[in-house]
């Protein structure tokens, strides 16, 4: 290296800065420019390739409508309540099944928090990830349905009289929903919960808090702003749901959710304009949620969630 | 009415045990403590002090025994309903909380009136001199302001029994003297009761007016500094007080309590017989207790192995006829190399039990 070594003393004062400053590959160098930066460029493409372009063709095709002017789809999706519904649709199960495993998540990840055998427990809880949507809402047609094993044990235990209707129904794909969503929810919460420090319960404890105090006043301010993360990971999950929407769902009218819109537009009217549209509508309802969610983190203690530094 | 210790006579430890699965962490503690003393736990790694600080926190529930504050048992209650105050080795400071809601989280929970709370809080944080870090989080202080909250936050509750867990042991050396200083202040000034845990033997004899030695979940000798430091009960307590010299040995004479021992042909050294010994013994020293010898006298052949220069005198290592390390101060230069028969007053040499093995 070249790089001319300075010492401050022998730096006259009115000597200009360039003269003694460090050369050009120094000074990238300390704005964090240097050859691992170079890394990032297969990754950067494949962005670019898979997310940006495809996004941008599709906004751009959403502005140019098989009839009427640039903003022709718009309008229709939103003067079409047979369309417009579907934002409603979609919320309706994303947000309060996205809650409910929250709520579901919190108290499983604080009992986990304590067991030794978490690994195996964490592991029976990862499998309804691996078995994929469509799986789980075929097991359900086969135990929540009309047919199914629980309204037929129901029935034979004369506890209802007719077939609950828990598939084909909004119940349906809330239920398979939650099946889904809960691993994932509960293993983002539950990396939350231990990554708080045991010693911070301790501490309130000795100073008095029972349990609901300690809860109250030291774990969940600290968890906020992850579960605030853990609550749009999952959400934005659920929003987009499709598979369980048609399989166990009410596909025509409970649970027409944006995404079966987008389908239709696409593959039955054969109109992708119109498809790109709902499907900017999608990602800009999305957004919107995740956005509000995320800004209500200012409101929480943001900051390192262990007693000391090391 | 400025902050104080609750009251109390006695506390008590009654064989107190605490097993993990087949390990007996504590195995079966007798302690007690009047009102107002410094006690330290003193012990090596392992050796259940800590254990027994968390038993008498209520943040590990004790196995077997029980634990008494006067007359009511406590070894059942939840740590909440304890009221003891605990300064943790990691401060354990709500990160989410400035420095005072951190001090005032303990009266919170205990309801006291916003007014009274705010009172206390800043008698607290002047005593521990974080006044002006009253409004930061914890975050934002070095490692001693820290340590320095955790004490505000424990002490403000009035607590009976205030239990630090080895708190100096994240500070640098120079911090770690003055926040010493600064604990035994305000233990004084409170007329608090502090069960302080810690592996630093100096750390103990400063600061402690008992030291309870722990090793492998018993107690082996309970005593004031001084008592500790001249006269320790048994050698793995000789070994942490400084008695860096151990050597085994054949008894060989015995004259009233002071006993005469062999540790290799032609190498004899005397010292106080502290426990009874069965022909076999190890004779504990000091190495600023060993020291050179004048021609003719007894004492321990060796050869000088290192020799460093400590301004008022030179710090030694020896090896002895069978190749034990031996440490020893001397007022005069030595050669490495050279032969040195090294000897220690009898009276500051200590004869201890063979330990089984």
Redesign the interface.
Known sequence: MTARTQSPLLAAPGRRAEEVGPSIKQRLAARGLDGVTLLVLPGALVLVALFLYPFLYGFILSFEPKEGGMFSNYARFFSDSYLYNTIWTTLRLAIPVTLLNLLLAIPVAFRVRLMRHQRLLTTILILPITLGTVLVAEGMLFYFGAQGWFSRSLMALHITSAPLKLTNSYVGVFLSLLITGFPFTFLLTLSYVTGIDPSLEQAAATLGAGPRARFRHVFLPLLLPGLAITFCLSFVQAYSVFPSAVLVGEPARATRVISIAAYHAAFEEYDYSMASAIAMIMGATQLLVVVLVLASRRFFYRGPVAGAKG | MAIQAARFQELRLDKVRRDFGHLNALKGLDLRIRQGEFIALLGPSGCGKSTALNCL???LPVTGGSIWLDDRRIDTL?????????V?Q???????MTVRRNAA??L???GVPKAEAAKRVDEALAMVRLQAQADK???QLS?GQ?QRV?IA??IV?EPPLI?MDEPLS?LDAKLRLEMRADIRRIHDRLGSTTIYVTHDQEEALSLADRIVVMREGTIRQVGTPEELYARPAHLDVADFMGYRNRLPGRIVGREGNTAMLEIAEGARLSGLLCEETNGQGVIAVRPEDLTTAHDGAAGVPGTVHAVEYRGRSFHGLAIGPTGQELFFHTENRIEIGAPVRLTADSSRALVFAKEAA
């Open positions: 926190a209520g943040l939840r740590p909440e309903d304890r009221g003891f105050g605990m943790f990691s401060y354990a400071l709500f990160p989410h989280f303990g919170m929970m205990r989080l914890p975050g490692g820290q955790a936050r424990a509750i239990l994240n």
